[in-house]
């Protein structure tokens, strides 16, 4: 309950940011204006923004048929976890990662890049599908997806806010308040979109650790996730996804992580310490071997041919 309340809290001010925007660009008139686009944006973000970024990413629906090892593991965890089956989709890009959506368990879908499935062996791949299946019985996926959307917002209106100072906005015949105005604007436009980020960052991070936990529970083994996120970081770091910065943070990691500038401002709780909190705070692997180095790790051929039989 202590979490949903934080949750609402955060994205009420995401909603008060929306507000102001509309305050400085046209008075009282544009915060009405500005409510209601929020309130046009929470519909829509409810009703449609799972669909939104499954097309964003370009994810394919794939059938028991076409994917029956992802959809026995998925429905392996959804019986353990009492939840209702998910729809599955396959992202085509090589960078490994996966996400959760929709706007309730009911009408959820679990997505995973081809790189992912390529790169992992059974275990590793389990426990992301339960990490994500673990964001549905939170409920987390609505919240990320309303999240997405309103941060999207106010980078539109922060731009909006940028252009209209560079055009002489600030509603005054005077000089000097139309040069202060234009001021406001200017670091309103600067602002606001930090001010998104980071309120973004607080929803996400305060819901990875908790994600990662229970998880581990519905795969019955912490170890076949704490793989997949050292494996998971790596990549991240040597094959950045193409990502919308929006939605980075319903990924089981920042698919920006690779590009300097994004990393300062990642949504996610750091990898090694998610990784230590599943093993215990041990450092190493059980195999002996530290976090990053999985080149010659024996699972990544078992990978392959897990990818194999499933684009057969």
Known sequence: MGNQIRTGLLLALLTVFILVIGRVLGGRQGMVIALIFAAGMNFFSYWFSDKLVLRMYGAKPVSPKEAPEIHQMIRTLTQRAGLPMPKVYVIPQDSPNAFATGRNPEHAAVAVTQGLVKLMNREEIMGVLAHELAHVNNRDILIGSIAATMAGAIMMIANMAR??????GGRSDNDEN???????????????PLAAVIIQMAISRSREYHADAVGAGFAGNPEGLARALEKLEAYAQRLPMDANPSTAHMFIVNPLSGRNLMSLFSTHPPVPERIARLRGNRSTRSDGGFPGEFPEDRARNEGKDFWDRLSK
């Open 163 to 168: 252009w209209s100072a560079f055009f002489g």
């Open 178 to 192: 139309r040069g202060l105005g234009s001021l406001g604007l200017i670091l309103m436009s600067i602002i606001a």
